[in-house]
């Protein structure tokens, strides 16, 4: 039965650093998009540098937030 926990254990924490991994190659790809289109200047890569610094906030803030944030 502890082999069954110990390997259990292992999985779960397979899986978070592979979630962890996801998030942060989204950050990188999405901070990238915000240094391609700050070399671009146009008013529509304006407004996209807009958003896209929006969604890296959010996802910094997911980040942040306690996992029991929804609770209170």
Known sequence: MSAFIRLLTAALNAYIEHIRLKRDTRLDDLQDE??????????ASKLRLERVAQRIKRERERTIRSPDHYID
């Not at 915000?34 to 008013?43: E, H, I, V």
């Open 34 to 43: 915000l240094d391609r289109l700050a070399a671009d200047g146009s008013p």
